[in-house]
Structure formats: C-alpha cells, structure tokens
C-alpha cells in the first residue's frame, strides 16, 4: 500500500513540476518573445516532428510491405496473399482501433479542416500518433489508399497540440496547423514548396509573412530530417529535360478535360460507395463484404496492392506492358491494346480498391490514389493517341501531367499538383501544360462537385470551407452562444388579460408563446398590442388568436451563414431559434455581429 501511495505521490509531483514548468516558460515567453517570433522559434521543432511523424510512417509501411513482398519473390505460389494480406492489414487496424486507441481515428485531413472551421483549432492529443500505426498496417498490408492524408493529419495534430500545450491563441494554432501539415508532405515527397502551397490551398490558412515565414522554417526543418533518415529517396524514378510543346497543346486540353471526368468518377464511387457502406449497421459486416471486394481486386489486378508507386514508376517511364507482369493478363502483354484496356479497367478498379479499403475500415489518404489515377490516365491517353495514328506524343509526359491534373480536379488544389510535379522532376519545363490540364480538370470536377473531397464531407455537415474570410469566419461561429432565454413566456390558453400582467414584468418587446412541452407556438410583439392592450373589453380574448408565426425562424444546427442571411432578408432584431419545434430563445443581430467581431479579432491577431 505505501509503495501504491509512493507512486502515486511521484506521479502527482511529477505533474505538479510539468505544470510549473510551463507556467514559467510561458511567464518568459510573454515578457521575451513576441507573437512573430515565437512562431518562427516554434517552426523548429514541429516541422522536425513532423517530418520525423512522415518518416516513421514511411519506414513502418515499406517494411512491411516489403517483407511481404520477399515472401511473394521466394515462392510464386504466394500469390494469393494479395488476396488475404489486406484484409489481414484491415482487420488489425480495427483492432487497433477499437481495443487499444478506443477512439475514432478518422482519415485525416477533412478532421483538420473541421478542426480549423469549427474547433478552434482545438485536435485532441492522441491523433499525434494513432495514424502512424493504423495507416502503416493499413497500407503495409496492401489497403489501396495513401500514406499522405495521415502524415499530413499527424503533422497537423501535433502542431495543434504544442499550440494547445503553450496556451496560444486560435490564430497561432491555426498557422502551427499548417506548419505541421506542410512539413508533413515536404517530408514525404521531399518537396518543400508543394508542402507551403498545399498549406495555401487545402488548409486555406492565411498566408501573411507572419505566417509564411514559420511554415517556410518549419517546411525546410521536415526536409533536413527526411534527407537525414532517408537520404535523396524519390519515390518517383523520372527527371524531364525536354521543354514544352506548342504543337501539342491540343492534346493537353484533351487530357485536361479527361482527367477531369475521371476524378469526378472517382469521387462518385467514393462517396456512394461510403454511403451505402455506411447504412450498414454492423461493423464487421461491412469489413467483411469490403474486404473480400478489395482482396478479389487486388488479385485480379496486383497494382492496387497498396500505394501502387511500381505501377506509377512504369508509367511514367512509359512501360505500359510491365503493369501486366505477375497477373493474369501477362501473355497479353505484347498486345498494346489489351494492354490499354487493363490499364482503363485499372483506373476504373482503383475508384472501387479504395473505396472498399476505407468501408472496410481502413485507414490512409486519397492523395496516393489520385497521383496513381492520374499517371494512369496519362499513359493510357498518350498510348490510344499513338496508336490510333492520331498523333505521336510523349507517354511520361503525359502520364506526369495528369498525375497534376488528378490532384487539381480530387483536391480542388492546382497549384499543389503543378509544384508537385515540377519538383519530383527538378524543373519547370513542364510548366505551361501543367498549367493547362490542372485548370481544365478543376472546372469539369467542379461541373459535378462544388466541393473538394476533403471538404465534401464536412460540407454535409453543414461546414462550409471557403477562401472567403467572411464565410470562414462565419464557419468558425455556432449559435449556441448566442442564444437569449430572458423572454417572458406566455401559454397559448392565456388570455390578452394575463398577457397585460406579463408586460407589465417584463423588460423584452416580444413575448414567445410555448406550450408546457415547450412547443414553440409563434410569438407577440408588444408594438401589436400596444393599440388595444387597455382595452379591459378585450381582456378575454385567447392569446392564440393574437399571436403569429414569424416568417423567419432558425433552427438550431442551421449554419451560422445562413443566419446572417435570415437577419439581412427579414431586417429583424429578434429571430427565434427552435430545435424540432422546441423553444431555446432568440437570436439577435447585435450579438451576431459581435461575435463576428471577436472571432475576426481571434483569427487576425499578429
């Protein structure tokens, strides 16, 4: 018992002195340090964890990969391990999961963006590490999804938790966000501009020099440390030299429009197959069906086995036939069209891979999938361009720039596609085609999807992410608050003689009528019956046939946009806000620009 009560006395002191501790930094960080140059000291360490976070992830995944990939080397007859090993890979990260993390882990990024939209910023601390383990078996195994959506939420979450740990304000945990998914991604594909561009884009975080400059910092810091653990590792085996085409320009606008549609497809896939997963009420139903869906696939076509970087290294290197190699269809490969239309069923299985992987119960990203669509796409363009006579065009070229186009039309982010692609290559000489197919593809996805497939989820929620700073700020803000109960309440079977009584102690001008279940009924305002309120003949008459029901009404999860909008169409002070017929209160103008006021003043501070 004592040595109990020792350990738990440590313990105590222990955490006592932690938070000593930081009350003493944070005393000499006021009186030392201001905003701009806290955020810059704080670039260090978090683009250092961060990248450290991707790297960990990186060499978890490849080892198991890898090791699976020896036993397949040894005896061919393994082959129908890419039949089980995902599903083994999904079943232990719902394990993982379900018994030792006890929380849901999510897929990354959209939670960052809800985080940033209506959390403050605020990530809980155990997301620092449970997508390191949870994509690492997911992906290992063979799970068709990516490592980047989980290094980038990880590498976000961390930044969040120091924000959190040093008590900062939601702007500064807000930029420390974005450091730390920068720095994720720069680590990843050792890409430090597409790290602060992808910030820009898809985090939408404000880039002001308060904020650039620490995400520069904190991105070369990622950089330092992947070069350190893992040397000059591209994943991508291609450097174009060649300058730009003119003549080709037509082509690419072809292919701009195509990669398009094809990630529209995606996304349809994506989606419907979440939804109807999702109506699924048992778990382990779902994995089950998903799991047997995906292992077929994989089987069938073994470059959906994981990230699928092989598969993309062919492609980009205009090997179409060394996709066919170890399936099924591999006495085929000297035949370009058949050759063509696997590499198309391979696009249109890839939607299907990682969508399954997902329902299952798989954790990863869509960006891996996306950069594998999209090198897909572009070898099998260039390739039916070629051999139907119609032109002689470059197979890496375009398997590069619709790999960039992908990521435009899935992510809603052009310029993190075009400075991806010029920087795994080392140059810019891809450039203006880069440029055409990322903005083509962006306007025929946007055709079928106003929202990213980030913030599609979300956006289902009712949390819109928007560039524009007044949507963002609305975003940011929830009615609850807002609410005033100090309205005197009448009963619809009260009379215009009780109604009297109740002005009378009464310091409001509108008065809710609710039944004793508490249903709003409609209201009365006093400047209707200021005219006939003293009228003693009508004393008897029933407060029903006073009242009315207002035009505008809130409801209680309604988005803080669509309020304000209610406020500027119906020009009242008062709105009243009902939760399934139920009274709450009223809404005011005047406190809904207040907190307008106070969160714009909580996301601008310098």
Known sequence: MKIILYFCGMRFNLKERARRILKSLSKWRLEHLNDRRLMILLAIPTGFLAGLAAVIIKFLTHSIRDFFFYL????????????????????LTI????????????????????????????????????????????????GSVGLEGPS?????????????????????????????????????????????????????????????VPILISAFCAILTSYYFLGRAFEYEITIAESFVPSNSLYYVGLGIVVGLVSAYFMKVYFGIGKKFGKLKSPWSRFIIAALGLGALIFVFPSLYGEGYEAINAALNGKA???????????????????????????????????????????????APALFIGAMTGMAYALIINNLGIGDIDVSKFALVGMSGLIAGMLHAPLTGIFLIAEITNGYSLMVPLMIVSALSLAVNRIFFRESIYTYSIAEKGVKVSFNKDETILNMMTSTHLIETNFSMVRPDQTLGDLVKIIASSSRNIFPVVTEDGIFKGHILFDDVRRFMFDTNLYDTPVEK???????????????????????ESHKYNIVIIDKGKYLGYISRANVFTAYQATLKGISAE
């Not at 397949?72 to 079943?91: E, K, Q, S, V």
């Not at 006073?546 to 500027?568: A, C, G, L, Q």
Request: glycine share 10%.
């Open 95 to 142: 394990i993982v999961i379900r018994y030792v993390i006890r929380r849901d882990v999510g897929h990354g990024i959209p939670g960052l963006l809800y985080a940033l939209s209506r959390n403050k910023g605020i990530v809980r601390p155990y997301t620092t590490f449970s997508s390191i383990i949870t994509s690492a078996l997911t992906v290992g195994f063979g």
């Open 321 to 367: 036939s060394d996709i066919l190699q170890g399936t099924i269809f591999q006495s085929f490969s000297d035949n370009i069209w058949v050759v063509i239309l696997v590499v198309v069923a391979i696009i249109l299985c890839k939607a299907f891979a990682t969508s399954l992987t997902f329902a299952a119960g798989g954790v990863g990203g869509t960006f």
């Open 152 to 212: 980038v939420s990880t590498g976000g979450s961390i930044g969040s938790n120091i924000g959190q740990l040093l008590k900062l304000n939601q702007k500064q945990i807000n930029v420390l966000i974005g450091m730390g998914g920068a720095s994720a991604l720069a680590a990843i594909f050792q890409a430090p501009i597409t790290g602060v561009i992808f910030a820009m884009e898809v985090f939408m975080i404000d880039i002001s020099m308060t904020a650039l």
């Open 72 to 91: 397949m080397t040894l005896n061919r007859g393994f082959d129908y391990m890419y039949f089980i090993l995902p599903a083994i890979g999904i079943l």
């Open 546 to 568: 006073i009242m009315v029901y207002p035009e505008y009404v809130i409801n209680y999860d309604e988005p803080m946009e669509s309020i304000v909008r209610k406020f500027e």
